[in-house]
T-cell receptor, first 113, second 113 residues
Framework: DQQVKQNSPSLSVQEGRISILNCDYTNSMFDYFLWYKKYPAEGPTFLISISSIKDKNEDGRFTVFLNKSAKHLSLHIVPSQPGDSAVYFCAASSLQGAQKLVFGQGTRLTINP | DGGITQSPKYLFRKEGQNVTLSCEQNLNHDAMYWYRQDPGQGLRLIYYSQIVNDFQKGDIAEGYSVSREKKESFPLTVTSAQKNPTAFYLC????????????FGPGTRLTVL
């Protein structure tokens, strides 16, 4: 039972353009969502998060949008840079779930020069 | 510098041997977590601990054991009962009580020969 899904295993974007990574969830009890970036053989690095009481959160080039009715969130990166090439994981948690994170499968983003 | 350390980076063991992976944090976090990552998959929760001397099973605890005798340390033992132990293991920590990001260590690549 995959509660958090990232349906695109990979995404290729030209440098300078917008990258949009998508994530869907099924558990309506999730109330906090996070995006992590991961390079090979390294631990994930936290990027940005959003609480279910908001529908948008922005931090520099990164913006996360949350659509609760559709149980969908997305991460926008603009403009995309070569250093953004990595695997991106979305994750969700709920206070009822003891703040355990449930991760999606990840999307490999490649930024082409 | 505050952070999470995992050692060693690479670990090789013969089939049938138990092996213990180290995880230490100096962030003064109460909660600690162990995840496993397999190729093309997201992170799956093995065990977590929200306070010293207490821990709970995650989604894939079979064949693993943990201890939490000190706030700073959360070692994971991969036992011979774990059917597919070869994987990338990640340790994380966070504060408790409110939603917050988990901070990850650099990971340990375990290969069972």
């Amino acid at each position: 039972d995959q509660q958090v899904k990232q349906n695109s295993p990979s995404l290729s974007v030209q440098e300078g353009r917008i990258s949009i990574l998508n994530c869907d969830y099924t558990n309506s009890m999730f109330d906090y969502f996070l995006w992590y970036k991961k390079y090979p053989a390294e631990g994930p690095t936290f990027l940005i998060s959003i609480s279910s009481i908001k529908d948008k959160n922005e931090d520099g080039r990164f913006t996360v949008f949350l659509n609760k009715s559709a149980k969908h969130l997305s991460l926008h990166i603009v403009p995309s840079q070569p250093g953004d090439s990595a695997v991106y994981f979305c994750a969700a948690s709920s206070l009822q779930g003891a703040q355990k994170l449930v991760f999606g499968q990840g999307t490999r983003l490649t930024i082409n020069p | 510098d505050g952070g999470i350390t995992q050692s060693p980076k690479y670990l090789f063991r013969k089939e049938g041997q138990n092996v213990t992976l180290s995880c230490e944090q100096n962030l003064n976090h109460d909660a600690m977590y162990w995840y496993r990552q397999d190729p093309g998959q997201g992170l799956r929760l093995i065990y977590y601990s929200q306070i010293v001397n207490d821990f709970q099973k995650g989604d894939i605890a079979e064949g693993y054991s943990v201890s939490r005798e000190k706030k700073e340390s959360f070692p994971l033992t991969v036992t011979s009962a774990q059917k597919n132990p070869t994987a990338f293991y990640l340790c994380a920590s966070s504060i408790t009580g409110v939603h917050n990001e988990q901070f990850f260590g650099p990971g340990t690549r375990l290969t069972v020969l």
